[in-house]
């Protein structure tokens, strides 16, 4: 079955952190998602508008919510960063196509969740989490990893959410931080262990840069024991 096309109109365009892009879009008249599914936006090249190619972009706002967040992080050079400081600005419209993807909660699990994100990897918990916090009652730790304040976002929204739920813990853990930083210091992959001791009952998620997640995904397997079907990987290759 050919995967939906849609319209749609950015409505904000604001850096948040150092190399991130805080993009909300309107979300297309029935266009419908599962949190935790990316989109692909139709990215022209700066020169020549006609050159097309495609970008994928993990929806962060929840499906109840009325608008497309996207966190967007620049790699220097290339098409989608581009398009994002030099040519994408609020009332501009773009060509979308999805939902895809297999990054979503199970309902009918009863699992422990453990989510692990680096930088914009945050982005589909940030979805997930306003729609299974009012209803589940079973733990939900979220490692959230950035390099340093400076790279950091959606700390506010997120801890907002932890104040909200008894049930739901965030762990923020900066690898360069600054002298004054008074959170957890290191990569994610040290801070896991320190949090989780027992991994028999969780569900696993990951997700961020190929390098992080490559790593995780073999860590989780062979050295936690987390069973193959109870990790999830979203690696933004
Ligand atoms: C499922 C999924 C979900 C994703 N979700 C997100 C998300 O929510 N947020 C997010 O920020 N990213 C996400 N990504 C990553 C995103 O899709 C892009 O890969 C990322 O934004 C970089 O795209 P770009 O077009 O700017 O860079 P590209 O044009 O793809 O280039 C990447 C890098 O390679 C260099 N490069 C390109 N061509 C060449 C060449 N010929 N020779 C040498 N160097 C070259 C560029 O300079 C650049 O540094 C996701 C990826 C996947 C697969």
């Given at each position: 079955?050919?995967?939906?096309?849609?319209?749609?109109t950015c409505k904000k365009n604001?850096?948040?952190?150092?190399?991130?892009?805080?993009?909300?879009?309107?979300?297309?008249?029935?266009?419908?998602?599962?949190?935790?599914?990316?989109?692909?936006?139709?990215?022209?090249?700066?020169?020549?508008?006609?050159?097309?190619?495609?970008?994928?972009?993990?929806?962060?706002?929840?499906?109840?919510?009325?608008?497309?967040?996207?966190?967007?992080?620049?790699?220097?050079?290339?098409?989608?960063?581009?398009?994002?400081?030099?040519?994408?600005k609020p009332g501009m419209?773009?060509?979308?196509?999805?939902?895809?993807?297999?990054?979503?909660?199970?309902?009918?699990?009863?699992?422990?969740?453990?989510?692990?994100?680096?930088?914009?990897?945050?982005?589909?918990?940030?979805?997930?989490?306003?729609?299974?916090?009012?209803?589940?009652?079973?733990?939900?730790?979220?490692?959230?990893?950035?390099?340093?304040?400076?790279?950091?976002?959606?700390?506010?929204?997120?801890?907002?959410?932890?104040?909200?739920?008894?049930?739901?813990?965030?762990?923020?853990?900066?690898?360069?931080?600054?002298?004054?930083?008074?959170?957890?210091?290191?990569?994610?992959?040290?801070?896991?262990?320190?949090?989780?001791?027992?991994?028999?009952?969780?569900?696993?998620?990951?997700?961020?840069?190929?390098?992080?997640?490559?790593?995780?995904?073999?860590?989780?397997?062979?050295?936690?024991?987390?069973?193959?079907?109870?990790?999830?990987?979203?690696?933004?290759?």
């Amino acid at each position: 079955m050919p995967v939906p096309s849609f319209i749609t109109t950015c409505k904000k365009n604001e850096r948040i952190a150092n190399d991130i892009y805080e993009i909300v879009f309107e979300k297309p008249e029935g266009f419908t998602f599962k949190a935790g599914q990316y989109i692909l936006f139709d990215v022209p090249l700066m020169e020549n508008a006609n050159d097309i190619q495609t970008r994928a972009f993990s929806i962060a706002s929840s499906p109840k919510e009325d608008d497309l967040l996207f966190a967007m992080k620049l790699k220097p050079g290339g098409r989608a960063s581009r398009w994002i400081v030099e040519q994408l600005k609020p009332g501009m419209s773009a060509r979308m196509q999805g939902p895809f993807g297999r990054f979503v909660l199970d309902p009918a699990s009863d699992k422990e969740l453990l989510m692990i994100g680096t930088s914009t990897g945050v982005a589909p918990y940030r979805s997930q989490l306003p729609m299974i916090l009012p209803t589940i009652k079973q733990r939900i730790d979220l490692i959230f990893g950035a390099r340093s304040e400076d790279d950091l976002f959606w700390k506010e929204p997120l801890e907002n959410l932890a104040k909200q739920s008894e049930n739901f813990f965030l762990h923020i853990a900066l690898s360069k931080p600054s002298g004054t930083w008074k959170g957890h210091t290191g990569r994610v992959q040290t801070l896991v262990p320190l949090i989780v001791k027992d991994f028999s009952n969780k569900s696993v998620y990951i997700c961020g840069s190929p390098d992080m997640t490559t790593e995780l995904k073999k860590t989780a397997l062979e050295q936690w024991g987390v069973e193959k079907q109870n990790l999830h990987v979203e690696g933004y290759i």
